[in-house]
Structures are given as C-alpha cells and as structure tokens.
C-alpha cells in the first residue's frame, strides 16, 4: 500500500503510540494502516489413539498440517474449530482443549491453538484433499519441516492428550 485509501496522498511510516506505523502524510488525513493481526484458529485433530493432519489443495504432495480456519463474524473460537473441522475433513468435534495462543509474525496472524477430540468418518472437501493418520508415537516424530510452529504445538497437543487420559 502506497497511498491512502481515504485521500490519495502518498503513506509515510513514522512513530504512533511507541510503534512504527503507516500512516497518511496529509496533515488533513488521520489514516493509520494499524495492520493488527488476524486471528487463526487451528487444530491438531484426535479421533481415538490416532491424530489425523491435513493437506491443502494448495499445497504440495507430502505436506501435511493442522486444520485451519477464520472465524465468522461473531464466532467464538472454539465455535470456529467445531465448525472448520467439520467443513473441512467431516469429523464431529467431541471435545475442545485449548493449547495456547502463538504470534506468527510472518503472516501477520495469531494461532489460536486446540487439540480436538472427534468423532465420525473423515470426509475430504475442496479445502482439504487428503488426510495422514499418525499414532501418538508418529506424531511425536513427525517432520513438520518448515512449519516449525505446528510441530511445536504438535507436541502442546500430545502433552496435553496424555495427561488427559492419564486423568479419566
Ligand atoms: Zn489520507
């Protein structure tokens, strides 16, 4: 973005509220570009002793990942993972266990984190083309490559199923 979407002058960054912004450089124009990060929720996805990852249409072969989503207008989170699940590979979700909240500073995004618990019979759709069973033990060594992140909660989520079935 090079010029202000309320009166066309050109975008300068400069310093507002101890942080660097863009901002309009008409002194008659109060535009900032605030650039707040959007929320994603995502989830690592549990039916029974196995974990089950996704792959994107959009990504390619062998890459596989959490289930991700936007919320709706109005959507609390855990309403959003219920239904991104669902849309997205068929599954019920059971139950909802909140792993932790993760800055993604390259996207610009803040991961809102879940293990879910599901039920019901995987179901592909046009977001999610293919789906990857791993144990709790293949999980536990799975490279998610690049995405350093998923694979960090990855491990929120196998912690934190363990304990829960050491619990019930
Ligand atoms: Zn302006």
Same mark, same amino acid.
């Given at each position: 973005?090079?010029?202000?979407?309320?009166?066309?002058?050109?975008? @300068?960054?400069?310093?507002?509220? %101890?942080? @660097?912004?863009?901002?309009? +450089?008409?002194?008659?124009?109060?535009?900032?570009? /605030? *650039?707040?990060?959007?929320?994603?929720?995502?989830?690592?996805? $549990?039916?029974?002793?196995?974990?089950?990852?996704?792959? =994107?249409?959009? /990504?390619?072969?062998?890459?596989?990942?959490?289930?991700?989503?936007?919320?709706?207008?109005?959507?609390?989170?855990?309403?959003?993972?219920?239904? %991104?699940? #669902? @849309? %997205?590979?068929?599954?019920?979700?059971? %139950?909802?266990?909140?792993?932790?909240?993760?800055?993604?500073? $390259?996207? =610009? $995004?803040?991961?809102?984190?879940?293990?879910?618990?599901?039920?019901?019979?995987?179901?592909?759709? *046009?977001?999610?083309?293919?789906?990857?069973?791993? +144990?709790? *033990?293949? #999980?536990?060594?799975? *490279?998610?490559?690049?995405?350093?992140?998923?694979?960090?909660?990855?491990?929120?989520?196998?912690?934190?199923? +363990?304990?829960?079935?050491?619990? +019930?």
């Amino acid at each position: 973005m090079k010029y202000c979407p309320q009166c066309q002058h050109p975008l @300068e960054q400069r310093y507002i509220g %101890e942080l @660097e912004r863009t901002a309009c +450089s008409s002194p008659s124009c109060n535009f900032v570009h /605030w *650039d707040n990060p959007t929320p994603v929720v995502a989830a690592i996805v $549990q039916q029974g002793d196995n974990f089950i990852l996704g792959r =994107n249409a959009l /990504w390619p072969a062998g890459l596989f990942s959490m289930i991700t989503g936007f919320l709706e207008k109005n959507e609390a989170p855990e309403q959003a993972i219920r239904r %991104e699940t #669902l @849309e %997205e590979i068929g599954l019920t979700v059971e %139950e909802v266990h909140f792993l932790g909240h993760h800055i993604l500073p $390259q996207r =610009n $995004q803040l991961i809102i984190a879940y293990l879910v618990k599901t039920s019901g019979e995987v179901r592909l759709s *046009d977001e999610i083309v293919e789906v990857k069973y791993l +144990s709790r *033990d293949a #999980l536990s060594a799975y *490279d998610f490559g690049r995405f350093k992140l998923v694979a960090q909660i990855a491990r929120q989520a196998l912690a934190l199923s +363990s304990s829960a079935s050491t619990l +019930s």
